[in-house]
């Protein structure tokens, strides 16, 4: 990732980092996952990479995650398709990627049609797209509990090679 793209990218994780705690505050908002800069850097970055690989592989994205907290991270033009994007720290994502919160599966649900997963290996900003799922492949998965937080998740054993995407 160039090194504009990261400073804007840092940039945007601490906007939201100051406007979550906000809402924190003001006891409008629980967050689904601890609320930190980092958390939304990493996010952030793995939109980043999927809106730009959507972009090479000529699936005509529009990255709704720059203009909206609201609905899906990424809309597919060719295919139709709503796409929700989570990303984990390289050494995290064995351990806690393909899950959801169970907090945020009904958004989930609501908002995207499938999941693409990433993960970033830190300092280096590199992204790695790790695969994708149907938002359906949740309803049959467990509800794991981990972490110190005692977070209740949905998490999936594996997700589908990224090359299989393309309808």
């Not at 929700?84 to 958004?107: H, L, N, P």
Request: hydrophobic share 40%; net charge neutral; with cysteine.
């Amino acid at each position: 990732m160039d090194p504009i793209h990261v400073t804007t990218d840092i940039d945007f994780a601490r906007k939201k980092y100051e406007a979550i705690m906000e809402l924190v505050d003001e006891g409008k908002v629980v967050p689904h996952y601890p609320n930190t800069i980092d958390g939304h850097l990493i996010g952030r970055m793995g939109e980043d990479a999927v809106f730009e690989w959507a972009k090479r592989a000529g699936l005509k994205p529009f990255p709704n995650y720059q203009v909206s907290d609201k609905g899906c991270d990424i809309f597919l033009q060719g295919p139709r398709l709503r796409l929700e994007v989570k990303t984990w720290k390289d050494e995290m994502f064995e351990w806690g990627g393909r899950a959801i919160s169970e907090k945020q599966i009904a958004s989930v649900r609501n908002k995207a049609d499938r999941i693409v997963w990433c993960s970033v290996k830190l300092p280096t900003s590199e992204v790695t797209i790790r695969g994708w799922s149907d938002v359906k492949d949740f309803a049959d998965a467990p509800i794991v509990t981990k972490g110190k937080l005692d977070l209740r998740s949905y998490q999936l054993e594996k997700v589908r090679a990224i090359e299989s995407f393309i309808l």
